[in-house]
T-cell receptor, first 111, second 114 residues
Framework: DAKTTQPNSMESNEEEPVHLPCNHS???????IHWYRQLPSQGPEYVIH???SNVNNRMASLAIAEDRKSSTLILHRATLRDAAVYYC????????????FGDGTTLTVKP | EAQVTQNPRYLITVTGKKLTVTCSQN?????MSWYRQDPGLGLRQIYY???????DKGDVPEGYKVSRKEKRNFPLILESPSPNQTSLYFC?????????????FGEGSRLTVL
């Protein structure tokens, strides 16, 4: 299975944009890139996913490199409530049932 | 309210005493899955189910059993718990087990095996 690599931690100031990187150099052509986040004492929650094109939703934007070997989750204006662990995972068509989350990136937002 | 419900939320038990962690979803989802979360190891998948009566092993299935007799329920069974199964467990569901499916997680069940 293709794996992802994320920095262990990042810091941001409140109301500033945050760019959370994810490397997935062994990604296959059918792998979808998903992002989840886990707030303290809660289960993970879906943020966004994409295949090739950049994606936007009410929570965030996902920028996918042209070669698809990396992606970036963009929070346009970080709030204190965005402090969480962010996971980047790959889900492919043949093995869509399987999913493994790495350690993710712990985002700290400073007031 | 659409949700995934796990019970119990907290449990302390002793080695060898069989226990079941229940998971129920009210969204008519076909796909369900169990994960365990341990410090430094992220979320690792234990078992998953693509639909009723269909289950498959994830990355760490040893010491666990599951069943999927009804669409809404996916219990996790520890026949003979051991201390290395002390962990935080999450159940998740998705409309279908496809690569674009959004996973909905429960709030977690913290299990301690003494």
């Amino acid at each position: 299975d293709a794996k992802t690599t994320q920095p262990n931690s990042m810091e941001s100031n409140e109301e500033e944009p945050v760019h959370l990187p994810c490397n997935h150099s062994t990604i296959s052509g059918t792998d979808y890139i998903h992002w989840y986040r886990q707030l303290p004492s809660q289960g993970p929650e879906y943020v966004i996913h994409g295949l090739t094109s950049n994606v936007n939703n009410r929570m965030a934007s996902l920028a996918i490199a042209e070669d698809r070997k990396s992606s970036t989750l963009i929070l346009h204006r970080a709030t204190l409530r965005d402090a969480a662990v962010y996971y980047c995972i790959l889900r492919d068509v043949p093995n869509a049932g399987k999913s493994t989350f790495g350690d993710g990136t712990t985002l700290t937002v400073k007031p | 309210e659409a949700q995934v419900t796990q019970n119990p939320r907290y449990l302390i038990t002793v080695t060898g005493k069989k226990l079941t962690v229940t998971c129920s979803q009210n969204m008519n989802h076909e796909y369900m899955s169990w994960y365990r979360q341990d410090p430094g190891l992220g979320l690792r998948q234990i078992y998953y189910s693509m639909n009723v009566e269909v289950t498959d092993k994830g990355d760490v299935p040893e010491g666990y059993k599951v069943s999927r007799k009804e669409k809404r329920n996916f219990p996790l069974i520890l026949e003979s718990p051991s201390p290395n199964q002390t962990s935080l467990y999450f159940c998740a569901s998705s409309l279908r087990g496809i690569s674009t499916g959004e996973l909905f997680f429960g709030e977690g069940s913290r299990l301690t095996v003494l």
